[in-house]
């Protein structure tokens, strides 16, 4: 039986007899087009491990480790994660809207042109993440570190900062209200002053 199977029968299991997956080890999977909706994880251990096309909508993870795996155009929406560990993860695209995410670190992660649209971040660890051009509008976010983020080109309608240090992150192009009222009260570098004062139209005179 192949890595693969070994998963899919232990979805298959989890789906009748309760729906919860737990205590798991894979490594080297390739988890095309499976279906984690809905499924509660305990303790599992994914290690680059390959997703493509996967629903993992409405899933929940506790106390999961995901390591160098990627996922290709999968969906995440109203899915739950809390002491959680995503290092070195790629998604591309991926939809997480209205996810959840509390104590949980993030490692080094691409999520590139992702959904976060309506999401939470509670007591979060984001370091060295890539998030370029993607969408965080209308989240909450508290008590969360964003270390060395780039959040180049990101859409941050809504999404307000108050009391986030974000002295450390690339905020060039990202997109706000015509105030800016989502970096109100959010910790910046003297550098970053002027990325803000483009935003808002003004014009600093060397």
């Not at 199977?5 to 979805?11: E, F, T």
């Not at 899915?79 to 995503?86: D, H, I, N, Q």
């Not at 691409?110 to 971040?121: E, H, I, P």
């Not at 105030?179 to 803000?196: D, N, P, W, Y």
Request: one cysteine or more; glycine letters at 6%.
């Amino acid at each position: 039986m192949t890595a693969a199977d070994s998963l899919r029968q232990a979805l298959e299991k989890a789906r009748e007899g309760g729906e919860l997956l737990e205590s798991l080890t894979f490594d080297h999977v390739d988890a095309s087009a499976l279906d984690f909706s809905d499924l509660t994880g305990r303790h599992l251990a994914f290690h680059a491990c390959r997703f493509a096309e996967c629903d993992l909508s409405g899933a929940a993870f506790y106390n999961c480790d995901f390591t160098a795996c990627r996922f290709t155009q999968c969906r995440f929406p109203v899915s739950y994660w809390k002491f959680c560990r995503l290092t070195g993860c790629r998604s591309d695209g991926g939809d997480f809207r209205r996810s959840r995410f509390k104590d949980c670190s993030l490692d080094g992660g691409v999520f590139r042109y992702a959904n976060f649209t309506g999401s939470v971040l509670d007591r979060c660890t984001l370091n060295k993440c890539d998030f370029t051009e993607s969408t965080l509008a209308e989240c909450r976010i508290s008590k969360t570190a964003f270390q060395s983020v780039d959040l180049t080109g990101v859409e941050l309608f809504r999404t307000p900062f108050k009391g986030i240090d974000l002295s450390s992150c690339v905020l060039d192009r990202v997109s706000l209200s015509e105030t800016c009222a989502e970096l109100r009260g959010a910790k910046i570098h003297a550098s970053q002053a002027a990325v803000v004062a483009r935003i808002l139209g003004i014009i600093i005179v060397p």
